[in-house]
């Protein structure tokens, strides 16, 4: 038991050391200046942000350890069928700016496991039977695409009023604790909504 937990974590190093990555939001458009500016250039950005990375950067040897994709919204009008049902990035991939793509799926399963459970009782496996499972997650999910698309058009906007905007809302919440609480709880997937007050009051 000793010998395989220690093996355990040593294998879970190694899992940890290839799993680090920066995720880093840039308009498409700049993308072919960054390029340009060269490998060295975009590590020292990276550095000046957060200096504990410097040592990490040494691993990126070209632009082929660096990996380039836009984020893609899915948005699928039936999560079921008739003894099928959908979850995960299948039926909601959504921008990774709130990091909560695995956790609300992980949330799916645990519904959907709950209702199948239910179909097993009345032996019914049609889709209405499993619509609750939908209806259970459909309003979450789609309160965290709509909130994750909104950050990641705040980061990379170019629009001055845009920029000003997401600054402001950012610095607010930095300096209210029952501000960031509110965030923290939506972007950890504790709740699906914002409400009226919560909304203004991030911006005035
Ligand atoms: C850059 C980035 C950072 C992210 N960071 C976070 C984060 O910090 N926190 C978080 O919660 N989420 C994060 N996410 C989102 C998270 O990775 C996804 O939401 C999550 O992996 C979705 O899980 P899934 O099981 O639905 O789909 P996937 O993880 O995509 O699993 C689907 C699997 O099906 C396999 N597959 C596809 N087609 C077939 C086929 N025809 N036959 C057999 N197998 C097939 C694929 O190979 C894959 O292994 C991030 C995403 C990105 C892109």
New binding site residues.
């Given amino acids: 038991m000793q010998g395989q937990s220690t093996r355990f974590r040593e294998k879970q190093d190694s899992i940890l050391l290839a799993a680090t990555?920066i995720?880093y939001y840039l308009p498409n458009r700049t993308v072919g200046e960054l390029k340009s500016a060269g490998l060295e250039s975009f590590k020292k950005q990276l550095a000046d942000i957060e200096p504990d990375v410097s040592g990490a950067l040494s691993s990126l040897g070209s632009w082929s350890d660096v990996a380039e994709?836009r984020?893609r919204r899915v948005d699928v009008k039936n999560w079921v069928s008739d003894r099928a049902a959908m979850?995960?990035?299948?039926v909601h991939?959504?921008d990774?700016s709130w990091?909560?793509?695995?956790?609300?799926?992980l949330q799916d399963a645990v519904a959907l496991a709950n209702t199948i459970e239910k179909c097993f009782e009345s032996k019914n496996f049609s889709a209405q039977a499993l619509r609750g499972y939908e209806r259970e997650r459909r309003k979450q999910t789609v309160f965290v695409q709509n909130g994750a698309e909104r950050t990641a058009r705040l980061t990379t906007t170019e629009d001055r009023f845009y920029y000003w905007l997401g600054k402001r809302v950012l610095q607010r919440t930095g300096r209210n604790k029952d501000l960031m609480r509110s965030a923290l709880r939506a972007s950890c997937g504790l709740t699906d909504h914002f409400s009226l007050r919560e909304k203004i009051r991030f911006i005035i």
């Fill in positions: 990555y995720f994709s984020a979850l995960g990035d299948a991939a959504l990774p990091a909560q793509g695995a956790n609300l799926s």
